[in-house]
């Protein structure tokens, strides 16, 4: 029997704000700072560098603005200073993550750079690093890579680095979704020359909005607060040598920001309980959980995620904009599950559809070693409601109504 739809909206990940946010913006409220300037941000600031283990870090307007401005240095450093109208990397590919947000890659075409995608690996479900090796000895001109740690997962940090360090190549390391995640004791964020996290409403903490670039080269943190607050040079008046942006982050989103960063270890661990319980609850079907290595690594748990056994899928068709599927005794397939879990008034969402598969980057080189991973990933793997405030109850039933799916 379906269950009854939940009375209040069980999200897939949503903010959870303690109080303290409160007090914060208050207090920017009641000194005026209500601007681009002000404590919450110094404090923030320092808060994540404290947390992080990084030496810089500069509260954005949003983590795409950190991975534009942490892309720009990039080309910046390999290719000479940017020509106003063409971009920091006109004419020059980047080697990107495959399966991930369009926010990790469209920087790259921000500069004008062409995103060159590199297949997944079935072990964490980011870059894999042999589809990098391949992609080096195809394009051995290439200098920047811009990596992810899919939905709080780090990746293969030392392969992919070994591997960038042979070929000359620089990090721009994309931890919008894994704050807090480690790769042998050390934590996401801090594998790249430049490195950016994200704000954003539903990641692990949240300022409403928001981001961060973090590094340890100082002169590339200055660099950033410069270009972020319109590129003035030190002169009496508006005085410009530089392309400029308004990308840095407000006083308020910042308090917000501050307020949450003493409750990240607890959103962590509530995710955690909430990835186990669904690795337990669903251990008798024929599916498994995002996968990590738990070797070397810790994640954040951001999202919990499923894939099904190949042939445990039932048949399922996606257009570019329509899915449908043949339901099947003892199969399923990732839309009659989300439907199912969209029924119970749930929310989950499919995999990233992988950035080769998209029609906007059609035209770009997709460099795999074999199977493309992150076409199979995105067919049979989904993502579960997360949200850290869901009760073990209401979780029950959602693992429940999955089981059912497989009838
Ligand atoms: C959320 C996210 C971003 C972008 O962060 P915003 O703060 O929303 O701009 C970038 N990359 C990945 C992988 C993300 O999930």
């Known amino acids: 029997m379906p269950h009854e739809p939940f009375a209040k909206k069980i999200y897939l990940s949503s903010p959870t704000m303690h109080g303290e946010e409160l007090e914060y913006i208050t207090e920017a409220f009641e000194t005026n700072w209500m601007s681009t300037v002000g404590e919450n941000i110094n404090e923030a600031e320092h808060g994540i560098c404290n947390y992080v283990g990084c030496s810089h870090a500069v509260g954005l307007s949003a983590g795409t603005a950190a991975l534009h401005m942490a892309i720009k240095l990039a080309g910046e450093k390999i290719y000479g200073p940017t020509k106003v109208g063409r971009g920091a990397l006109a004419g020059h590919k980047v080697f990107c993550t495959d399966m991930t947000f369009d926010a990790t890659v469209n ?6 750079g062409e995103p060159v995608f590199i297949d997944t690996e079935y072990d964490t479900w980011n870059m894999s690093p042999e589809a990098l ?3 080096f000895e195809l394009y051995p001109d290439v200098k920047i890579v811009v990596y992810a740690h899919l939905y709080g997962v780090p990746a293969k940090v030392d392969e992919i680095a070994e591997i960038c360090e042979r070929h000359g190549a620089i990090i721009v390391e994309d931890a919008a979704e894994s704050l807090g995640a480690t790769y042998k004791g050390c934590e996401t964020g801090t594998f790249g020359l430049y490195n950016a996290i994200s704000f954003n409403g539903n990641k692990i903490i949240t300022g ?6 973090l590094t340890e080269d100082k002169e590339a943190a200055d660099k950033v607060r410069k270009w972020s607050t319109q590129s003035r040079d030190n002169a009496p008046w508006y005085q410009h040598s530089e392309l400029g942006y308004n990308y840095r982050m407000s006083n308020v989103i ?4 501050r307020g949450q960063l003493n409750h990240l270890d607890e959103h962590i661990a509530q995710k955690k309980a909430i990835y186990e319980r669904y690795r337990d609850g669903l251990s008798d079907l024929p599916v498994k959980m995002n996968p990590y290595d738990s070797e070397n690594s810790v994640p954040n748990y951001w999202l919990s995620c499923m894939i099904i056994d190949a042939d445990a899928m039932c048949e399922q068709t996606r257009t570019d904009h329509e899915a449908s599927y043949v339901a099947a005794p003892g199969k399923s397939c990732p839309t009659q599950i989300l439907e199912a879990i969209a029924a119970l008034n749930a929310e989950g969402r499919p995999i990233w559809k992988p950035m080769h598969m998209q029609p906007i980057y059609s035209g770009n080189a997709f ?5 493309d991973a992150g076409a199979d990933i995105f067919a049979r793997g989904l ?9 073990p109850e209401v979780q029950d039933i959602i693992i429940d109504t999955i089981h059912e799916c497989f009838d």
């Open 107 to 112: 920087p790259v075409v921000y500069e004008c």
């Open 133 to 135: 090796e391949k992609a």
């Open 208 to 213: 409403s909005s928001g981001g961060m670039f």
């Open 254 to 257: 910042a308090g917000v920001v």
């Open 367 to 371: 460099v795999t070693t074999g199977e």
């Open 383 to 391: 993502c579960l409601p997360s949200d850290n405030k869901m009760t």
